[in-house]
Structure formats: C-alpha cells, structure tokens
T-cell receptor, first 110, second 118 residues
C-alpha cells in the first residue's frame, strides 16, 4: 500500500528566506502532484511532475521529482507572506488514485 | 469556465441521520473523485466515478456510498452518521479518460462541504 510522508509538518519562516519541503513515498510511481490549500479554502493545483528529473517552477516555488529515490521537493525561494498556506503532495498509486501526504503548514512572518 | 461546485457548503446533522452531498464537475469533465479531510487523518480518498461507474474505492465503511449521473454530476451519501464523520468533504473533477493513455490525472477541487455531526 502506497504511503506518502511529508516533512516538516509545520514550517515557520522569515520573509526572504529559502526552505524546502520534502515528500517521500513508499512504492514506485511516476506521477506526483503538489497542491496548495489556504485556510478554509479548497485545494489549488500547483504542479504536475511526470518523470524522473522533472522540474517545474512558478514564481518563488520550484518542484522536482526523483522517482528512483521516491522523493519530491518543493523549494521556496525568498519567501513572502502570500505563500503562507498548507502544501500537500499527492502521489498516483498507479490505479489513478491519489494518495495525499500529511501536508506542510507554512507560515511566513516579517 | 466555471469550476467544481459543491452543495451544500455547510451541513449540521445529528448522529444516526443520513446525508447526501452533491458535486457538479467542470464542464466536460467526466471523472469525479471524493475525499474526506479531517485534522487527524488528513486527506483520504473515498471513491472515484467515471461515466456513472465506480472505478476506485478507498478504505471506508459501506455507510459511505456514491453515484454519478449521466451528466457527470455526482452525489455521495453517508448513512447512520457518526461523530467521526465530521469533516470537510471535497469533490474533484478531471478530464482524465481511463484507457486513453493520458499522461496524468490532474484533479481540480471544489470548495468542499463542511459536515458537522452532533
């Protein structure tokens, strides 16, 4: 059974700093998704990563996938307050079903 | 293009009652999935429908059921509600078509229905 772990669970960071969120998964998959959720809101799709070595960037966020290590990272560059949210990775279990990680709650302060 | 809509947005029920939640996918999307989100268990997959057929099912008791109509709208039903069923129920739709060799199944989420069981 596919298990997806994220760390850290909570991340409090100062504006302007860089940090990385990690997403590990337990069985082979080559389709991984990153979502963002603001408090009280639904999930917004950020990135779709489909192959080993895939890298996607949007603004201050960059996501990468290493299928051999079963690891994806979401890197935040020069954080700003608007990035405060909970970030989820989700992995396709090869039956088109998404298994979500625990989420990383990010808080950016001045 | 309108997004995924869910009704109602909020619902309060008591233990033992049943509830039906509704989801209208993005126009043209035929795949609909349901998830339960709780602080303790996180986001858990309930089931997925495509063309009125259930394709996938998560590890939930039989009290949780769903269906999809010919217009792709979907409903989920929870019978004999328990306190632990209090959660945000999210519906997601995608343009994914099984067996067509599409690369991925990107899902777009609705705003959710927040169910409180007293």
């Amino acid at each position: 059974e596919l298990k997806v772990e994220q760390n850290p669970l909570f991340l409090s960071m100062q504006e302007g700093k860089n940090y990385t969120i990690y997403c590990n998964y337990s069985t082979t998959s080559d389709r991984l998704y990153w979502y963002r959720q603001d408090p009280g809101k639904s999930l917004e799709s950020l990135f779709v990563l489909l192959s080993n070595g895939a890298v996607k960037q949007e603004g201050r966020l960059m996501a990468s996938l290493d299928t051999k290590a079963r690891l994806s990272t979401l890197h935040i560059t020069a954080a700003v307050h608007d990035l405060s949210a909970t970030y989820f990775c989700a992995v396709d279990d090869n039956t088109d079903k998404l298994i979500f990680g625990t989420g990383t709650r990010l808080q950016v302060f001045p | 293009k309108a997004g995924v809509t869910q009704t109602p947005r909020y619902l309060i029920k008591t233990r033992g009652q049943q509830v039906t939640l509704s989801c209208s996918p993005i126009s043209g999307h035929r795949s609909v999935s349901w998830y339960q989100q709780t602080p303790g268990q996180g986001l858990q997959f309930l089931f997925e429908y495509f063309s009125e057929t259930q394709r996938n099912k998560g590890n939930f008791p039989g009290r949780f059921s769903g269906r999809q109509f010919s217009n792709s709208r979907s409903e989920m039903n929870v019978s004999t509600l328990e306190l632990g069923d209090s959660a945000l129920y999210l519906c997601a739709s995608s343009s994914f078509i099984p067996g067509q060799g599409q690369e991925y199944n990107e899902q777009f989420f609705g705003p959710g229905t927040r169910l409180t069981v007293l």
